[in-house]
């Protein structure tokens, strides 16, 4: 077989991006896996620690939580996947970790699906999450590292096609497995197919091409360079590929020899900075509610809304379209819009979607307001993927440091993680204990992102890697980053080579402009 399928330039970035869309989806699989089975009769027989279906009281009080510390243990494993990823991305290659990862995942599906014992299933939950989190924090290192400035955004926030479809997968497997009962394999399937996910994963990851930043990091700089040439179907020694070997050297030399230690550090090119919005873009995207509907859909529609199991399981399936249709969306706008617009546009939207939510849901008498609650839902799911499923993943490999992406990501990824541990811990106690009003607080929280992205968050779309690290050295504050941006982009439409720093002005060479100038 030829290398890499015999592909170059854009049909080789696109297969490139469709097996990082296949660990997406595994992602995306595993957030709603879980909670598509909670309703399961059989499930609930084998662990009848987790069944708040069937009890009342503090019997429902007790097994609420520990459900939710069930469900959640898979996101706070998935922390310690994501920061032991981090070192070997950076040790063994974005591929080699990427293949690592999924197999110790699809070891966890299997623990998780064969359980018989409880503690099993504990044991798969905790395999399944190592394994994930280092799927999802190193495939989003290595697509953009192999993209182009002008797609990157396109094809990085296309992971939320595929985060959405392996929900929606998910729950319409959990739905259709339903009809089995009472036959265990209604769950045990559920739980398992996301090994031949994996398994496709692994398949493939070996046919493509490593990332040539890595590459070039680890001194192998030839190969990087031919890595690039392939990329952009171009000559090896081409003024494209130049341009971008002498980008990525000039990054390396900026960053000197520093360590791990110089994330939390802000020196001149401004890392804990840095790793703060990528943690924070991180952290974002769970407390926006979303992993409490997206563990608990079925349980929302029909304990919140009081719909039927089943118009529940078929309401919890079908959302998953409108988020497949916001992450098209994004997809295709994130380039030209940019990542500020849309999260903003996305945190009010939000913010707005679960004020009506409260306010129908605190009507359980009123059938007319249940059933608008379904349009807010679906509402959010897409105004939630438009802005943040996969732009704060992106956002975060864009403004990492080049010398330290792999560790941001992985510090970023694993931040993210925590809070969707946190969110995933208390929802089954909160919507028991307080119901409704619980989404008040998602509305509350999602207002005040609005006021942070706008002060805080630069602009990164249509900027090299190493362009928005000019925007960080060129900043003496936190408040200066939007206003540099700014002014390097107008710089870049202009062809102005100057670009203001305090009240001193510094030349930047115009050669430095991403190849979408060229």
Same mark, same amino acid.
């Given at each position: 077989m030829a290398r890499f399928w015999g592909l170059r330039g854009s049909k080789l970035s696109l297969t490139i991006w469709a097996e990082a869309c296949l660990g997406v989806m595994i992602f995306g699989y595993n957030q709603a896996s879980a909670g598509g089975v909670l309703a399961d009769v059989t499930?609930?027989?084998?662990?009848?620690?987790?069944?708040?279906?069937?009890?009342?009281?503090?019997?429902?009080?007790?097994?609420?939580?520990?459900?939710?510390?069930?469900?959640?243990?898979?996101?706070?494993?998935?922390?310690?996947?994501?920061?032991?990823?981090?070192?070997?991305?950076?040790?063994?290659?974005?591929?080699?970790?990427?293949?690592?990862?999924?197999?110790?995942?699809?070891?966890?599906?299997?623990?998780?699906?064969?359980a018989f014992g409880f503690a099993q299933f504990i044991v798969g939950r905790i395999i399944i999450g190592l394994g994930t989190g280092g799927i999802i924090a190193t495939v989003s290192v290595w697509q953009s590292e192999v993209s182009k400035a002008e797609s990157r955004g396109e094809h990085v926030s296309a992971f939320g096609v595929f985060c959405a479809s392996g929900i929606a997968l998910a729950l319409w497997i959990a739905f259709g497995m339903s009809f089995t009962q009472p036959n265990s394999v209604s769950w045990r399937f559920t739980l398992a197919f996301t090994l031949f996910l994996s398994i496709l994963v692994c398949a493939f990851i070996f046919t493509l091409p490593e990332s040539p930043r890595w590459l070039c990091k680890t001194n192998r700089w030839d190969e990087g360079r031919e890595i690039l040439s392939i990329?952009?179907?171009?000559? !090896?020694?081409? !003024?494209?590929?130049?341009?971008?070997?002498?980008?990525?050297?000039q990054s390396f030399e900026r960053a000197g020899s520093s360590n791990l230690s110089a994330m939390f550090k802000m020196g001149p090119q401004r890392s804990f900075h840095r790793v703060i919005l990528a943690a924070t873009a991180q952290m974002f995207l769970q407390m926006s509610g979303v992993n409490s509907i997206a563990y608990y859909a079925p349980t929302i529609y029909s304990q919140q809304l009081h719909f039927s199991s089943t118009t529940s399981g078929i309401l919890a399936a079908s959302s998953q379209f409108a988020m497949i249709l916001g992450a098209f969306c994004c997809a295709f706008t994130v380039d030209r819009f940019g990542r500020r617009r849309l999260m903003l546009l996305s945190a009010g939207g939000m913010s707005l979607c679960f004020a009506c939510l409260s306010g129908v849901a605190s009507h359980p008498e009123n059938p007319a307001a249940l059933k608008a609650g379904v349009f807010f839902l679906y509402l959010y799911y897409f105004v939630y993927v438009l802005g943040f499923l996969g732009i704060p993943f992106l956002y975060a490999s864009e403004i990492a440091p080049v010398h330290l992406r792999a560790a941001t990501c992985g510090l970023?990824?694993?931040?993210?993680?925590?809070?969707?541990?946190?969110?995933?811990?208390?929802?089954?106690?909160?919507?028991?204990?307080? %119901?409704?009003?619980?989404?008040?607080?998602?509305?509350?929280?999602?207002? %005040?992102?609005?006021?942070?992205?706008?002060?805080?968050?630069?602009?990164?779309?249509?900027?090299?890697?190493?362009?928005?690290?000019?925007?960080?050295?060129?900043?003496?504050?936190?408040?200066?980053?939007?206003?540099?941006?700014?002014?390097?982009k107008s710089r870049k439409y202009t062809g102005s080579n100057e670009l203001e720093k305090g009240a001193d002005t510094q030349v930047l060479s115009y050669e430095k402009l991403s190849i979408v100038e060229l």
């Open positions: 499930f609930n027989q084998q662990f009848p620690q987790m069944n708040t279906l069937d009890t009342v009281g503090a019997q429902k009080q007790h097994n609420s939580r520990i459900q939710g510390t069930v469900v959640a243990l898979y996101t706070l494993f998935g922390v310690f996947g994501a920061l032991g990823c981090t070192f070997l991305g950076d040790l063994l290659g974005r591929r080699k970790t990427i293949f690592i990862a999924s197999i110790v995942q699809g070891v966890g599906a299997i623990l998780q699906a064969s990329l952009y179907d171009d000559d !090896p020694h081409g !003024p494209v590929v130049n341009h971008e070997i002498d980008n990525i050297r970023s990824t694993a931040v993210s993680w925590l809070f969707n541990f946190l969110v995933a811990e208390v929802t089954p106690i909160a919507f028991t204990n307080i %119901a409704w009003k619980y989404f008040l607080i998602y509305c509350c929280l999602n207002a %005040a992102f609005v006021p942070t992205i706008y002060f805080f968050f630069p602009e990164t779309a249509q900027y090299s890697l190493e362009e928005i690290d000019e925007i960080f050295e060129s900043s003496n504050t936190i408040f200066d980053s939007v206003r540099v941006a700014k002014k390097l």
